[in-house]
């Protein structure tokens, strides 16, 4: 039995910050899907050879297993804007000066991504080539990004299927990803405070809502982590990279699919036999959370690193609320919000739970973040937070906690 009068852990302070501050209520987090009939990615596209293809969700045809204009899930405005622009290789090669390295955007394990600039329109854009083995992948990447529109998800322009060539081009994202801020920030730029630190992980949870909870099937993303995530003006984050995405199960919590992932990402049950869920996305975020906490890489493997995984590294931490501020990103110099703080942690502790069933639905995740820390911001030199919000009350040989930040109900 557990001491009462024992710090909390973060799952316990997580669970005590679930309440939104109106103090209304929200269901437990158990997923219980409700979808249209069952397709893997791999199945949606079997037979797709050509991009002729493509025509077929400009007509609105029923391609995910809901009509595109009757679906709610496809855009969070209740209109479906599936109609994207077709690029020949010629317009794209100009657009990059001939994919040029100095407009060398950033490098992955599907091709590269170069800026450039349309000749028509003058529009600055991102563009993506694929490598010529990944044609499941571009079309995955199309079709995805041609049927999902969030404020949280990267725009798509168009796409070129011309001969080999495959590429498709999104907006342009001009603060870079969000690995460059935590990982890779030139000297002579400011690192990210507490404030759009938060501002960014609720940004990435609302995306990750969308995909799970507003479309029917809802979308895993499986590519969730830093270097997906992109910031445009004000710091807003947005998802890209959707060629490995698949969609959901039908009758079941997970689906098997062949392992592909970044090292320190993956979620065990993932990495062990494949398994993947919706709550494989929550561990993914969990990961990522800890990343914009701690300012440390995913995965390590430099001789200084004190452990290669970031998650090995903080477990024995998640224990422990007097030893939870040893995780800030020393670059902060410590400018965060103590209590909000300790809800960032928690979120993600509860995130990166083992068992796939203990960690929330990311409706939870979306509300903890919104409600209880985005609303607590760092204030340089505040006074200090009269007691009460954070209080222990001791009754005979029990504890209440107040962990949440609402004032709790009055007792008849």
Same mark, same amino acid.
Request: with cysteine; hydrophobic share 40%; charged share 20%.
């Given at each position: 039995?557990?001491?009462?009068?024992?710090?909390?852990?973060?799952?316990?302070?997580?669970?005590?910050?679930?309440?939104?501050?109106?103090?209304?209520?929200?269901?437990?987090?158990?997923?219980?899907?409700?979808?249209? !009939?069952?397709?893997?990615?791999?199945?949606?596209?079997?037979?797709?050879?050509?991009?002729?293809?493509?025509?077929?969700?400009?007509?609105?045809?029923?391609?995910?297993?809901?009509?595109?204009?009757?679906?709610?899930?496809?855009? !969070?405005?209740?209109?479906?804007?599936?109609?994207?622009?077709?690029?020949?290789?010629?317009?794209?090669?100009?657009?990059?000066?001939?994919?040029?390295?100095?407009?060398?955007?950033?490098?992955?394990?599907?091709?590269?991504?170069?800026?450039?600039?349309?000749?028509?329109?003058?529009?600055?854009?991102?563009?993506? =080539?694929?490598?010529?083995?990944?044609?499941?992948?571009?079309?995955?990447?199309?079709?995805?990004?041609?049927?999902?529109?969030?404020?949280?998800?990267?725009?798509?322009?168009?796409?070129?299927?011309?001969?080999?060539?495959?590429?498709?081009?999104?907006?342009?994202?001009?603060?870079?990803?969000?690995?460059?801020?935590?990982?890779?920030?030139?000297?002579?730029?400011?690192?990210?405070?507490?404030?759009?630190?938060?501002?960014?992980?609720?940004?990435?949870?609302?995306?990750?809502?969308?995909?799970?909870?507003?479309?029917?099937?809802?979308?895993?993303?499986?590519?969730?982590?830093?270097?997906?995530?992109?910031?445009?003006?004000?710091?807003?984050?947005?998802?890209?990279?959707?060629?490995?995405?698949?969609?959901? !199960?039908?009758?079941?919590?997970?689906?098997?699919?062949?392992?592909?992932?970044?090292?320190?990402?993956?979620?065990?049950?993932?990495?062990?036999?494949?398994?993947?869920?919706?709550?494989?996305?929550?561990?993914?975020?969990?990961?990522?959370?800890?990343?914009?906490?701690?300012?440390?890489?995913?995965?390590?493997?430099?001789?200084?690193?004190?452990?290669?995984?970031?998650?090995?590294?903080?477990?024995?931490?998640?224990?422990? =609320?007097?030893?939870?501020?040893?995780?800030?990103?020393?670059?902060?110099?410590?400018?965060?919000?103590?209590?909000?703080?300790?809800?960032?942690?928690?979120?993600?502790?509860?995130?990166?739970?083992?068992?796939?069933?203990?960690?929330?639905?990311?409706?939870?995740?979306?509300?903890?973040?919104?409600?209880?820390?985005?609303?607590?911001?760092?204030?340089?030199?505040?006074?200090?937070?009269? =007691?009460?919000?954070?209080?222990?009350?001791?009754?005979?040989?029990?504890?209440?906690?107040?962990?949440?930040?609402?004032?709790?109900?009055?007792?008849?």
């Amino acid at each position: 039995m557990r001491d009462l009068f024992a710090p909390l852990t973060s799952v316990e302070i997580y669970q005590g910050c679930r309440t939104p501050s109106d103090g209304s209520e929200f269901s437990e987090s158990s997923w219980e899907p409700t979808l249209s !009939p069952s397709s893997s990615a791999r199945e949606i596209y079997e037979g797709l050879r050509t991009p002729d293809w493509l025509q077929l969700s400009q007509r609105s045809v029923d391609i995910v297993g809901v009509p595109v204009e009757k679906s709610e899930g496809i855009s !969070p405005h209740g209109s479906a804007r599936s109609v994207f622009r077709t690029f020949t290789f010629r317009e794209l090669v100009a657009a990059s000066n001939n994919f040029a390295d100095d407009r060398l955007l950033g490098r992955g394990g599907f091709g590269r991504v170069y800026k450039g600039r349309l000749k028509i329109t003058k529009q600055v854009v991102a563009i993506k =080539q694929f490598i010529n083995e990944e044609k499941l992948v571009f079309l995955v990447e199309v079709l995805m990004h041609g049927l999902l529109h969030h404020p949280h998800i990267v725009e798509f322009i168009g796409y070129c299927a011309d001969g080999n060539q495959m590429l498709v081009v999104h907006e342009y994202m001009p603060f870079g990803s969000l690995e460059d801020h935590l990982h890779d920030l030139p000297s002579g730029k400011n690192h990210l405070d507490w404030n759009t630190r938060m501002k960014i992980a609720a940004g990435v949870a609302k995306g990750l809502e969308f995909l799970h909870d507003k479309t029917n099937p809802p979308v895993i993303f499986r590519a969730l982590k830093s270097s997906n995530i992109l910031l445009g003006e004000d710091y807003n984050p947005k998802l890209s990279d959707f060629g490995i995405a698949t969609l959901g !199960p039908i009758g079941a919590r997970s689906v098997s699919r062949r392992v592909i992932g970044t090292q320190g990402y993956c979620a065990p049950e993932y990495l062990l036999s494949g398994e993947l869920s919706l709550k494989s996305d929550i561990y993914n975020f969990g990961v990522v959370l800890l990343e914009i906490i701690t300012g440390r890489k995913a995965f390590d493997n430099s001789e200084d690193a004190v452990a290669p995984s970031l998650v090995a590294w903080a477990r024995p931490l998640f224990e422990d =609320q007097r030893r939870l501020e040893q995780m800030a990103d020393p670059v902060l110099q410590g400018q965060y919000p103590k209590k909000g703080f300790l809800q960032a942690v928690a979120v993600a502790a509860v995130c990166l739970q083992e068992q796939p069933a203990a960690r929330p639905a990311i409706a939870d995740v979306v509300t903890a973040l919104t409600y209880n820390i985005a609303s607590q911001p760092y204030i340089p030199h505040a006074l200090p937070p009269v =007691q009460g919000s954070h209080l222990a009350r001791i009754t005979g040989r029990k504890i209440m906690f107040w962990k949440g930040l609402t004032k709790p109900k009055e007792r008849n």
